[in-house]
């Protein structure tokens, strides 16, 4: 199976693209240029060259065709023109989207969340894909950049997904979780990304709050979840 990331080049991308490589997921980084997503890649083989990654960049719209499931990392302002953009590629597949409206994307603040009309970041990807029977997943919104990029230590972090489609979860949820440290919570229907879209600038303000770049959140207490 590979897993695309498109918009792999930024510090959320590439560090999950990292991540699942050296899980041994066979993995594609896209980027709007070509060019940089062979730059990227080669960086990455170089500075990790104790792993045997299997990763090669694309341009996104080649990422997107050649991937199995997708993985959205790009920043509010270029979701919709990506996802567009790779509309024609996405028939039936799993895309997962870690898009966090964050009120940057307006010249904001990190830790401020901005209110979208189809009710969160996941909810306007999978409007944009109707139609083409993709099975869109909010994911990753709540793993840090930081996290990510500390290999090869272990991720103390749960990340939390929700979407409409079960099979489809299952699927993402077996790939989140090779990354070391990572378990992944199923919170139900697509809707509740509203909700989890919003702990991402919570735990922006908590690291900035206490100085830390590792702030994240463990789901206790659940016996269903306890026993796995």
């Known amino acids: 199976m590979k897993v695309s990331v498109i918009g792999g080049t930024g510090p959320q991308g590439l560090g999950i693209a990292e991540r699942l490589a050296i899980a041994g997921v066979e993995v594609i ?11 990227v890649v080669a960086k990455a083989k170089e500075d990790l060259a104790d792993y045997d990654l299997n990763m090669v960049g694309m341009a996104n719209e080649d990422a997107a065709k050649e991937g199995d499931v997708l993985i959205l990392t790009v920043p509010l302002a270029a979701q919709k023109p990506t996802v567009e953009g790779i509309k024609e590629f996405c028939k039936d597949k799993i895309v997962m989207d870690a898009t966090v409206p964050l009120e940057t994307a307006i010249g904001g603040k990190p830790f401020r969340f901005v209110d979208l009309m189809e009710g969160s ?5 999978a409007k944009i894909l109707e139609g083409t029977g993709a099975k869109v997943i909010c994911a990753f919104c709540n793993i ?3 996290h990510l990029a500390n290999i090869p230590e272990e991720i ?4 939390l997904i929700a979407g409409d489609d079960a099979e489809a979860k299952t699927t993402a949820a077996e790939i989140i979780d090779k990354i070391p440290g990572i378990k992944t919570i199923d919170t139900g229907i697509l809707e509740k990304a509203r909700i989890i879209e919003k702990i991402t600038p919570l735990l922006i303000g908590l690291n900035i709050k ?13 016996p269903a979840l306890d026993k796995d």
Do not use: F, W
């Open 156 to 159: 103390d972090c749960d990340c």
């Open 121 to 125: 970041a996941a909810e306007r990807t």
């Open 29 to 39: 980084v896209g980027s709007r240029k070509e060019e940089k997503a062979l730059d």
């Open 210 to 222: 206490y100085k830390s770049h590792y702030g994240g959140l463990r789901i206790t207490g659940i």
């Open 144 to 146: 840090s950049n930081s």
